[in-house]
């Protein structure tokens, strides 16, 4: 008797727990935040029209003199670690940001690079979309908001500028050019 | 391993199979293959454990058999290479939709009920409060947001899921937690799910500011210990939301070999800011919020060793920490240290830190380890070694020093947090490897 008190008690009342839905993995950007119009400001449409607006971009001319004055700079690669091998800035290190995944699963080994310099991130992308999540990710690991920006124009950029790049797809005999 | 071989596979066009371990290689043929890669990928498997053997033993592996079929394993590595495609292989597309639940439940009785959830594994196994349509109404009303709202989407092997808040609210009435604890949960739910990895990876959730006191979380004695009831409901709400959200399911998504028992509550507690000694910040003010901005923060990390007795004039405490701290990890030079108010009060007074940021960089600079207890760690093989390999430093220059050179690997004081709290019985403490996430406002989900 007491079952069936319980079952009426339950009758179409129980909410279903949290199990699932699409299992098709994120679209490319789809962690693009609403930060987007917080942050931008409207006189600078330019600006808004960028993905992830609130993250500070460095540039390349920037960062080429950084490096070439022995600054405190590591620049980070976020393409996948083929892309990587094939061609990247030189003495950039390879941590891949893959959009189907949470970005924190790269936690462990973004907290590797060191809190004390400069830490630039770049991606083979027009808008920096795979680079910026990435300095959004350091911030909340507590990395210093002005130590973390992203390469604007990322390695397209640097390399219209003929700034020194290394990886296998470089011409034959060299594996660096640029210098 | 799914997700490289996919990528060769289809982007370079060369042949691939994957070798897996014994232990875990059934998940990738089965729950990979039909939610994440759609696509029938080959594998082989060779026994486990395979790092830390020495070089016969995983020599042998390579010479021995399949564990997926039994026969010898390159004969099977050449067949998986070269063999035609069966017609099952030949199957593509996207991957295959999980089964989605439906939003309410058929009417049952409460020990079905009960028994469903088990065996669904949708709670931790301690009596839950099943979360009926009313109630969960009456969470709801603990905040302003509304419960379509997507917190965020959690990317779980092979899918992503929109986390609701509503879906939020049914792990809240799930936990015994009430409508004034919501806001807390909610903003806890923004960093859902929970660390979790192979070995016992653990968290710690930190509540600052006027809430603490409000809502009665504990920071006095007994603050990290079952005496208290909104430290307990809303540190088992994180575990709930986090198994049912992260489709954390043990041995289909959830693979600690040890696991750990922390994972119950996450040590939730709040900081004891009354009795921080003058000059040492509550750590969300540290974190850039304002003293009156309630905060969540989230740690994450394995390891926890606890001081035992009061502390002695005869070697200063930070000394003892600073010796403890040459047992964590170090990965990414993450420490949270958690010290009865009576410690901090001790550090300041006697030992000279007028800050908290004084006493972590005096850690991050004295804690040292010798070079081969630091690349002796498995995360730090597999974080730390790939970018000293690409010239990293002082990573790079680590690698080329004997393994009896000491190091100082907590090479970013930032990452070594110190909180307060506790009940000023005894000058106890612990040392953690727990990395701090920035924290959550509270606040904003209200």
């Given amino acids: 008797m007491k079952a069936q008190i319980l079952a009426g008690l339950l009758l179409g009342s129980l909410a279903a727990l949290p199990a699932a839905v699409s299992a098709r993995p994120l679209p490319k950007n789809a962690q693009q935040t609403a930060d987007s119009g917080k942050s931008a400001s409207s006189a600078d449409s330019a600006k808004e029209k960028l993905p992830f607006p609130n993250v500070p971009r460095i540039t390349a001319e920037e960062v080429e003199k950084l490096i070439r004055t022995k600054g405190n700079v590591v620049i980070v690669d976020t393409d996948d670690s083929m892309s990587y091998g094939a061609e990247h800035i030189k003495d950039a290190v390879n941590i891949a940001y893959d959009p189907t995944v949470d970005v924190s699963n790269e936690d462990q080994t973004l907290q590797v690079l060191p809190g004390d310099k400069l830490i630039v991130f770049y991606c083979n992308c027009p808008h920096e979309e795979d680079s910026a999540p990435m300095v959004q990710e350091m911030w909340q690991l507590g990395y210093a908001h002005d130590k973390v920006k992203a390469l604007q124009g990322g390695l397209t950029r640097w390399e219209q500028l003929g700034y020194p790049l290394s990886g296998t797809d470089l011409p034959k005999g060299s594996q660096e050019k640029g210098e | ?446």
């Fill in chain 2, 1 to 446: 391993m799914s997700r490289w071989a996919k990528q060769i596979e289809t982007q370079v066009g060369i042949p691939t199979v994957c070798v897996a371990m014994d232990n875990i290689v059934h998940y990738a043929v089965t729950y990979i293959r039909e939610y994440y890669t759609g696509m029938p990928l080959r594998f082989v498997a060779v026994p486990f454990p395979f790092t830390g053997q020495p070089k016969a033993v995983d020599v042998g592996y390579v010479t021995g058999k399949d564990m997926l079929n039994g026969g010898p394993l390159m004969a099977s590595v050449v067949s998986a290479l070269t063999s035609p495609l069966t017609a099952n292989e030949k199957i593509s597309g996207a991957p295959a939709n999980e089964s989605v639940e439906p939003r309410l439940l058929p009417p049952d009785t409460e020990d079905n009920l009960r028994a469903l959830f088990d065996a669904k594994e949708w709670s931790d196994y301690n009596w839950i409060n099943l979360p009926t349509e009313k109630k969960v109404m009456a969470m709801l009303r603990g905040t302003s947001h509304k419960p379509d709202e997507i917190i965020k989407t959690v990317t779980i092997t092979g899918g992503a899921r929109p986390l609701s808040v509503e879906k939020v609210a049914i792990s809240a009435v799930m936990a015994g937690a009430s409508p004034e604890h919501f806001p807390v949960i909610l903003a806890l739910a923004t960093q859902a799910p929970f660390g979790n990895s192979t070995s016992s990876m653990a968290n710690m959730v930190v509540i600052n500011g006027p809430i603490a006191k409000k809502l009665k979380f504990n920071s006095g004695t007994n603050a990290m210990g079952p005496y208290n009831r909104s430290n307990a409901v809303v540190g088992r709400a994180f575990t709930i939301l986090s198994k049912t959200a992260g489709d954390l399911r043990n041995n289909v998504n959830a693979w600690e070999s040890l696991g750990s028992n922390f994972q119950y509550n996450n040590i939730l507690y709040a900081e004891n800011e009354d009795n921080l000694p003058d000059g040492w910040k509550p750590l969300h003010t540290q974190m850039g919020f304002n003293p009156d901005d309630n905060v969540v923060t989230v740690g994450t990390g394995w390891t926890s060793i606890s001081s035992v007795g009061g502390s002695q004039e005869l070697y200063p405490v930070h000394y003892l920490m600073r010796d403890y701290m040459s047992s964590l990890t170090a990965s990414g030079s993450a420490a949270t240290i958690v010290m009865d108010p009576t410690v901090a009060g001790l550090l300041q007074t006697a030992h000279g830190f007028k800050t908290k940021e004084q006493l972590s960089e005096w850690f991050s600079q004295n804690a040292e380890k010798t070079a081969g207890n630091y690349w002796g760690n498995g995360v730090i093989q597999s974080t730390v070694v790939p970018l000293a390999l690409q010239g990293l430093e002082p990573y790079a220059g680590w690698r080329k020093v004997p393994n009896e050179t000491m190091i100082k690997p907590f090479t970013n004081s930032r990452a070594i947090h110190i909180v307060v709290t506790g009940g000023k019985i005894q000058t106890t403490w612990f040392v953690t490897d727990f990395g701090m996430r920035r924290g959550v406002k509270i606040d904003d989900w209200a």
